[in-house]
C-alpha cells in the first residue's frame, strides 16, 4: 500500500509540475508578441504597408507614421529583441501582414550581450530570417539598416562594422534588397558616435537621431513604391 501511494504521489507531483510550466516559464518577449496580437485581433493592419521589425530602436520610434506620412507604417518591434528572437515569432509579426517592404534593424544586441556571438554568427542568424521572410514572401523588397554606432556600446563598434559588411554583402547577391548604412552617418568628423543624437542612456536614439534614419531609409520605399 506505502508503494501504491508513493507512486499516486510521484505521478501527481510530475503531472502538476508539467502542467503548471506554461503558465511559469514563457519564452523571452511572450508579453509582448502576445500584445500584438491582441492589437492584431481588434483592428488587423491593412495589407502592403511598410512593416519595421527589429529591437528597441524599432520599438521606441513611436512616432514612426509621422517620419513617413505618405506610406502606411506597421511597428512591430520589441525591445532588447535579438536576430534569434525575430526567427522564432516572425510567423507571428512579419508573415501575416504581407507588407509591401519590411525594413529591419536588428542585430546589434546579439553583439551585445554575449561576447561568444561574433559578426559572422550574426551573418548566419540574418540569414536564416531573411530565407524564412523570402521563402513565405518571395517578391516583397528587404531593407536592412545597419547596426548603429552607440556611444554606450562603442567598444563593439569593431565587431558592429564586420557585422555590417558581412550583412551588406551577403545583400549583393539578392534581389529586391537594400541595405541602409546609418552606421557611418551617425559618426562625426572623428570617427566617434555623435552624442547629441542619443537620449542620456547613450543607446536609444532622439528625434535628431530618427531624422538620420528617415533621410537614409525614404529614397528606398519610394523606389519599391507600386
Given at each position: 500500500m506505502n508503494k501504491t501511494l508513493k507512486?499516486?504521489?510521484?505521478?501527481?507531483?510530475?503531472?502538476?509540475?508539467?502542467?503548471?510550466?506554461?503558465?511559469?516559464q514563457h519564452l523571452p518577449f511572450y508579453d509582448e508578441i502576445e500584445h500584438f496580437k491582441k492589437l492584431d485581433?481588434?483592428?488587423?493592419?491593412?495589407?502592403?504597408?511598410?512593416?519595421?521589425?527589429?529591437?528597441?530602436?524599432?520599438?521606441?520610434?513611436?512616432?514612426?507614421?509621422?517620419?513617413?506620412?505618405?506610406?502606411?507604417?506597421i511597428n512591430r518591434g520589441f525591445g532588447g529583441s535579438e536576430l534569434t528572437d525575430a526567427i522564432r515569432y516572425a510567423n507571428d509579426i512579419i508573415i501575416p501582414y504581407h507588407p509591401r517592404e519590411i525594413v529591419i534593424y536588428s542585430g546589434e544586441n546579439d553583439l551585445a550581450y554575449a561576447d561568444s556571438i561574433t559578426p559572422a554568427i550574426v551573418l548566419r542568424r540574418f540569414e536564416t530570417l531573411f530565407n524564412i521572410i523570402r521563402s513565405a514572401m518571395p517578391k516583397v523588397p528587404v531593407i536592412y539598416v545597419s547596426i548603429k554606432p552607440s556611444p554606450s556600446r562603442e567598444r563593439l563598434m569593431p565587431e558592429m562594422e564586420v557585422a555590417n559588411k558581412l550583412i551588406k554583402q551577403f545583400l549583393k547577391s539578392k534581389n529586391k534588397t537594400v541595405f541602409v548604412d546609418v552606421y557611418h552617418k551617425m559618426l562625426d568628423k572623428s570617427g566617434t558616435p555623435m552624442t547629441d543624437i542619443f537620449l542620456s542612456d547613450n543607446l536609444h536614439m532622439n528625434a535628431k537621431g530618427y531624422h538620420i534614419w528617415q533621410k537614409a531609409i525614404t529614397p528606398y520605399l519610394e523606389r519599391y513604391k507600386n
Open positions: 507512486i499516486i504521489t510521484c505521478f501527481l507531483f510530475l503531472f502538476f509540475a508539467y502542467t503548471s510550466l506554461p503558465a511559469q485581433s481588434a483592428h488587423f493592419p491593412p495589407k502592403n504597408a511598410v512593416l519595421f521589425v527589429g529591437s528597441s530602436s524599432i520599438r521606441k520610434w513611436e512616432d514612426v507614421q509621422n517620419y513617413f506620412p505618405n506610406e502606411t507604417v
